[in-house]
């Protein structure tokens, strides 16, 4: 827990030098826990040994996409990034907890997500102004993960738990305040983000808590005052985005805006306290209670009926309104396709539609086993239709489908139903015996439901610290799941009477329980379940560990090739030998020695990475300038060619080849000042 709430400090653990390290702690962990406390397979749910059997088969399968993808070295990096999403849920499910324990890692998650989300409004009411535009540009909070999208997912994955959380009544009442005025404050903080993606997935998650999450009166009664909290600071906190983007000084609505979120924290988490203390205190009679429960169920009919009411009342036609989403959606102008209104409310133009296309062509054009993990990038750049360069196609669906074909899709829809069917099973046991692992098991589902409903139109796979937390609440949801043979959360599996049980049976240790053994038998199989977990573990670890070294060494180059180009040269070479997939290695080589004018040696090292990525546009627009620029006429146009083919809507490209056909040579320098504007202008 402590591993994902750092990486939600920084980045939300995107770059491979944050999550690559933090897999290794898990892969520690997962040992660690094999080795002290052994694992009873009997004990773990047939569903849940389901899922864990398909997640390692995907994770496979993205492993074999190396042999086919189009740029092995983002493909290694996803599979590796599909297998840390797999320890982590194994980690959390492999071991059975009790409500008291989970509740407690649940809550303490939760409310340490809500300090940090008290130190970014803190730290973004403080900021200069300067700074402001670095952490809210164009008046959408980044900070901390980068990307307002995951900023916003960040603080709503850890919204839902608390919520769901606070209304359990076997909960402290102090800590059933704390959890509600948390979420109002992490909603808040995501609402910094403008994130249209929040705010479709957000109505979704509501009708799926009130359709299959029991004792909906209670949720009801909980959500009132939670919703009542955001709303009343809600229009403070929207106001700083419409002074930030017309460039209005904020200073005094932003610390407006603040201290509401925080009074309306306080005001909600003290409300809910107090109501949890009247109901632990048990003040009102059975029948009284009866009565309450009643009233509040007619509230919530009524509430809805509101909503919806008054819903159609500010959609207007709501036909209308779905045409003009779809005609937005789909526009050819991208983000230029909304209206001028609020941001949440004027459209959904962006340009997911073209990428959604080009995902869906290559999965009609490899429907097997697909395109190879992370390997989307080439093919937008070669038939999207838009300005932007996306490395993903933004759904976690359209991923799995692309890029692993419908073999991956079957195996991760197997593996996420088993999962769901033993957190489905979690939430529903356990009534009489530990009733409260039933209301954990139902929070811990709450956030993994949003990441994968926010994830499904947008990019999250990628980011580690979203997606580990996300596997670790599946997890956690499948640990509370009641094996076949249990008596209750306590007791472990039913045992004969007068019999004791023994110690947990380590893998591949399995004593015979009757009659005598074969002579050397339990040995063999102890020594053979040894030596193969030590080797998928020293396995495991080099795959994590060599490419985290390689960018290690390449952040290190780029550092400090201006005062030392010789020492950067040498550690890249030690990058592309540690890494021998990526070509990432070979192309800053060669962008090094464009710079210092040394073409010989760049176009050696982008031949190189032509080796490891055949259809890298850069690298061969790079050759091509070169070859062009030393005279080698048919080899340019060949190279240039081939570039303008593999990126067709890029400018540069376009236009040095025809400077090469018109005959002209092109210039490497003034072609990497054009590289380098176009760069800056879409930052």
């Known amino acids: 827990m402590a591993l994902f709430l750092l990486w939600a400090t920084d980045q939300a653990g995107f770059p491979l030098t944050h999550w690559a390290p933090g897999a290794?702690?898990?892969?520690?962990?997962?040992?660690?826990?094999?080795?002290?406390?052994g694992i009873r397979v009997s004990e773990i749910p047939v569903a849940v040994r389901i899922a864990l059997?398909?997640?390692?088969?995907?994770?496979?399968?993205?492993?074999?996409s190396i042999l086919w993808a189009g740029v092995p070295g983002d493909a290694w990096e996803g599979a590796n990034r599909t297998l840390l999403y797999l320890l982590v849920f194994a980690l959390f499910a492999c071991w059975r907890q009790n409500g008291r324990a989970a509740a407690l890692l649940l809550s303490v998650w939760a409310l340490a997500m809500t300090v940090l989300a008290a130190f970014v409004a803190l730290h973004v009411a403080t900021a200069s102004s300067g700074a402001l535009q670095r952490l809210l540009p164009f008046g959408r909070l980044v900070y901390p993960t980068g990307y307002v999208n995951a900023n916003a997912?960040?603080?709503?994955?850890?919204?839902?738990?608390?919520?769901?959380?606070?209304?359990?009544?076997?909960?402290?009442?102090?800590?059933?305040?704390?959890?509600?005025?948390?979420?109002?404050?992490?909603?808040?903080?995501?609402?910094?983000?403008?994130s249209r993606g929040s705010l479709y997935a957000t109505p979704i998650m509501l009708v799926l808590v009130f359709a299959l999450v029991p004792r909906r009166a209670r949720t009801f009664a909980l959500l009132v005052p939670v919703a009542a909290g955001i709303g009343a600071a809600a229009p403070?906190?929207?106001?700083?985005s419409d002074h930030l983007q017309h460039g209005e000084v904020v200073a005094a609505t932003l610390h407006a805006a603040v201290g509401t979120m925080f009074i309306a924290a306080a005001a909600v988490g003290l409300a809910v306290a107090l109501a949890a203390a009247v109901e632990q205190r048990r003040l009102l009679s059975e029948p009284a209670m009866g009565r309450l429960r009643t009233a509040v169920g007619i509230c919530a009919l009524l509430t809805l009926i509101g909503l919806l009411g008054g819903g159609w009342a500010a959609a207007g036609d709501p036909l209308a309104r779905l045409r003009h989403g779809w005609d937005t959606f789909k526009s050819v102008k991208g983000y230029a396709a909304n209206g001028s209104g609020n941001r949440l409310t004027s459209g959904l133009g962006s340009?997911?539609?073209?990428?959604?296309?080009?995902?869906?062509?290559?999965?009609?054009?490899?429907?097997?086993?697909?395109?190879?993990?992370?390997?989307?990038?080439?093919?937008?750049?070669?038939?999207?239709r838009s300005?932007?360069?996306?490395?993903y196609p933004h759904s976690v669906e359209l991923r799995t489908l692309t890029q692993t074909g419908l073999v991956g899709c079957a195996l991760a829809l197997a593996g996420l139903a088993a999962a769901l069917a033993a957190g489905w099973r979690a939430s529903r046991a356990w009534r009489a015996h530990d009733p409260l692992a039933r209301d954990v098991a139902v929070a811990a589902l709450g956030g993994f439901a949003y990441w994968l409903l926010h994830g499904s139109f947008d990019w999250f796979w990628e980011f580690a610290g979203l997606g580990a937390p996300a596997f670790a609440l599946l997890g956690l949801t499948c640990a509370l799941a009641p094996a076949a043979t249990t008596l209750d959360a306590s007791s472990g599996p039913r045992l004969p009477a007068g019999a004791r049980a023994g110690p947990p049976l380590r893998a591949g240790a399995r004593a015979r329980r009757g009659g005598r053994a074969r002579r050397g038998g339990p040995a063999i199989g102890r020594w053979v379940g040894v030596v193969g977990g030590v080797l998928a573990i020293a396995l495991v670890a080099a795959s994590l560990i060599a490419p985290w070294l390689s960018q290690l060494e390449i952040e290190s180059a780029a550092r400090i090739w201006p005062r030392a180009p010789r020492v950067a040269y040498s550690r890249l070479q030690d990058a592309a030998a540690l890494n021998p997939l990526s070509d990432a290695a070979d192309l800053l080589a060669g962008s090094i020695a464009v710079r210092f004018g040394d073409l010989a040696l760049a176009d050696r090292r982008f031949s190189q990475a032509l080796a490891r990525s055949p259809d890298d546009a850069y690298a061969t627009l790079e050759r091509g300038a070169i070859a062009s620029s030393r005279g080698r006429q048919d080899a340019a146009l060949r190279l240039l060619a081939r570039a303008a083919q593999l990126q067709p809507r890029d400018p540069v490209s376009r236009r040095a080849l025809a400077l090469a056909r018109a005959g002209r040579r092109v210039s490497v320098a003034e072609l990497n000042r054009s590289i380098l504007a176009q760069a800056q202008q879409f930052r």
């Open 387 to 391: 300005n932007e360069t996306p490395h």
């Open 24 to 37: 290794l702690i898990v892969l520690a962990l997962l040992a660690l826990a094999l080795v002290t406390i």
């Open 236 to 240: 403070a906190v929207l106001r700083v």
């Open 53 to 64: 059997a398909c997640l390692a088969a995907y994770t496979a399968l993205s492993f074999l």
């Open 351 to 384: 340009n997911r539609y073209d990428f959604y296309r080009v995902a869906l062509d290559e999965f009609v054009a490899h429907p097997v086993a697909g395109i190879g993990a992370d390997n989307f990038q080439q093919q937008y750049l070669r038939h999207g």
């Open 153 to 194: 997912a960040l603080w709503l994955i850890a919204f839902w738990p608390a919520v769901l959380l606070a209304r359990s009544a076997r909960l402290p009442w102090g800590l059933r305040g704390a959890l509600a005025g948390g979420a109002v404050l992490l909603a808040e903080v995501g609402l910094l983000g403008q």
